[in-house]
Structure formats: structure tokens, C-alpha cells
């Protein structure tokens, strides 16, 4: 198989990046059984590539299957992301407020 690109995101803080190759990285591994590189990110002009060799939508497929298999996990999810971003909200009004 040859390397797809995946994905690709323009202004994307490097935490955020590390932390998404972090669990990619992990989950790929254990999908394919295998600790053969199978992903890879590059930065360029401010650019995040991530690129894979493996079938994307099959990891896809399991990650799905694993985190969102019955409404009450995505009704889970939808809340906690809710609450994220009001938390979000009133840090950032706090810090602007110091400004």
C-alpha cells in the first residue's frame, strides 16, 4: 500500500496536532497489530499534512464503532462538547477582560 494523505490543516497549534498523532499513532497501531510506521505528519508554511499507509476508512470504520455505537454515547459526547465550549467561552471573556 502507498502513503494517502489524509487529512491536511492550515493553523493548527502544535499541542493540538501532538495530541491528535498521539491517539492516531496508538489506535493505528492497535487496529493493524503492528508497530510498523503507518502514519506521519509534516509541517509546512504553516501547514499540517498527515498522511497514512493504511486503509483509512477501515480505522475510520473502528474509531466510529468504538467511541459512537449508541445514541447515548453521541448524546454523551454532544454534551461534554457543549460544556468545552462554555468553559472555553468564560476563560477566554475572563482573559479578555484583563486585557
Do not use: C
Request: hydrophobic residues 35%.
Amino acid at each position: 500500500m502507498t502513503w494517502i494523505k489524509l487529512a491536511s490543516r492550515e493553523g493548527v497549534d502544535i499541542t493540538t496536532i501532538a495530541e491528535f498523532d498521539l491517539v492516531f499513532f496508538r489506535h493505528t497501531a492497535k487496529f493493524n497489530k503492528s508497530n510498523e510506521e503507518l502514519f506521519f505528519t509534516t509541517f509546512q508554511d504553516k501547514t499540517f499534512t498527515h498522511y497514512i499507509k493504511t486503509n483509512p476508512d477501515l480505522i475510520g470504520r473502528s474509531l466510529y464503532q468504538k467511541h459512537f455505537n449508541s445514541p447515548q454515547q453521541i448524546k454523551q459526547y454532544y454534551q461534554r462538547g457543549k460544556e468545552f465550549l462554555l468553559e472555553a467561552e468564560k476563560i477566554t471573556k475572563n482573559m479578555e477582560s484583563k486585557t
